[in-house]
């Protein structure tokens, strides 16, 4: 049986570079996003740099039989998952009350339901093989208070780090590890997908950082088996802030900045 890492959301940004950075520690790759195109070029690229063998599965999360779905084609091929990799996500651009209750949903399936999904149906085997890793993307959203846009982005994001803890709590002693990897303002195509470029364009520069440098702390620290990764310095100190400043002083921000990923790109 071949041993692959498998991440979700491969076919850009964070997603994108954690697939690097595992090739190039040699760990076999499994691609998953919705666009079929774009996993087969990343896949021919990734094998080309880092000579691991590469193959990819398009698959909407949305879809409440996606995780399933991803399980199946792993066991078809007889692929050991040693490490999941959750990182697909997007947020919705309308105000809250503006989102139908299907919009929300499928928001919630990506971001929430399939992570605990994909996590159920692999971890079954990594207890029986003693090992396993697990890295939940989530962000400083978490830890931050309610924000005036994206209203379930963060709440989410917080029940995703709780989550992440419960499996270091449950299955440490197994030889399984979960690290929630909580970047802050990362340059991808996030804010234009979810449409709210125009509010990251006012973010000082100094807050936005590299997908690779995100992906790179992100896979070396869970590899570790860290169980909370804020990557940069920057961002470790805005998480220390953001406990000890007055709430209402990040009330007033929330109104004009954004959680999550920033694009310059597309």
């Known amino acids: 049986m071949k041993k692959f890492a498998l ?3 491969a076919s850009s940004g964070i997603g994108l570079q954690i697939c690097h950075s595992l090739a190039k520690r040699g760990y ?9 195109n774009k996993l087969k070029t990343i896949s021919e690229e990734i094998y080309s740099k880092h000579r691991v063998e590469t193959t990819y599965f398009p698959c909407d999360l949305a879809n409440k039989q996606g995780p399933q779905n991803i399980y199946n084609f792993c066991e078809s091929k007889n692929y050991q998952v ?18 139908s209750v299907e919009d929300e949903e499928d928001c ?3 971001l929430g339901t399939s ?4 996590t159920k149906l692999f971890v079954r085997e990594m207890i029986k093989n003693n090992e396993g890793k697990i890295m939940i993307v989530s962000s400083v959203a978490a830890f931050a208070p309610p924000a005036a846009i994206q209203v379930m982005y963060g709440p989410l994001k917080t029940f995703m780090n709780r989550f992440s803890e419960a499996l270091n709590i449950n299955y440490n002693s197994k030889g399984i590890t979960s690290t929630a990897l909580c970047p802050g303002y990362t340059v991808t195509n996030f804010h234009t ?13 100094f807050l936005k950082k590299s997908a690779s440098r995100i992906a790179e702390e992100g896979v070396e620290g869970m590899l570790k088996g860290k169980k909370i990764i804020i990557p940069t310095k ?7 802030l953001i406990k000890i400043v007055p709430q209402f002083i990040f009330d007033f921000l929330s109104g004009i ?5 920033y694009d310059v790109e597309n």
Not at 115 to 118: A, C, G, K, P
């Open 7 to 9: 991440v979700t959301g």
């Open 28 to 36: 076999n790759i499994i691609l998953t996003s919705r666009s079929e």
């Open 82 to 99: 040693v490490v999941l990799v959750n990182n697909a996500g997007y947020a919705l651009s309308d105000a809250f009350e503006k989102n």
């Open 108 to 110: 919630i399936r990506v």
């Open 115 to 118: 992570v605990v999904s994909l």
């Open 193 to 205: 997908a979810s449409g709210v470029q125009g509010e990251m364009d006012s973010v000082p520069k």
């Open 234 to 240: 920057t961002w470790k100190i805005v998480v220390f």
């Open 257 to 261: 900045l954004a959680p999550g990923r």
